[in-house]
């Protein structure tokens, strides 16, 4: 299991890496294999302000269908347009070319709510 000691995690399996005050958001290697093939990613949030925990999209598997929940409160700058014609990426390279949005951070200094690699390794028992 992949998990990048450079980003922060959550419960719900998203990954974030910061640049400044600018997150790059995408799901973890534990989240696309729970999930399987993923055949279409949905984001419609493009240019919205959202609250950290706020669902910003979706993605569907074979078989099943699961939302994607913020980790940081901000603005959507950027999705992903490889994802729309190669939603495999995220299966492949979920760290890589398989991430989701780039959020304008509200507080780029606020953490709270996100796991170090340590905690999320804890949290999911590897």
């Not at 990954?15 to 290697?29: K, L, M, N």
């Not at 890589?96 to 509200?106: I, L, T």
Request: hydrophobic letters at 40%; glycine letters at 8%.
């Amino acid at each position: 299991m992949n998990i990048p000691e450079e980003l922060f995690y959550t419960k719900d399996h998203e990954w974030v890496r910061f640049d400044g005050d600018v997150a790059t958001v995408g799901i973890t290697d534990f989240a696309q294999s729970e999930l399987g093939d993923i055949v279409f990613v949905e984001i419609e949030t493009l240019g919205q302000s959202l609250d950290r925990e706020a669902v910003f999209g979706s993605v569907e598997a074979v078989k099943t269908v699961s939302d994607l929940y913020l980790p940081v409160a901000g603005e959507i700058l950027e999705v992903n347009d490889q994802i729309n014609s190669a939603p495999e990426l995220v299966n492949s390279d979920p760290y890589g070319q398989g991430w989701m949005v780039k959020v304008r951070v509200a507080d780029p200094t606020d953490r709270s709510g996100l796991l170090t690699a340590e905690e999320y390794r804890n949290l999911i028992g590897v």
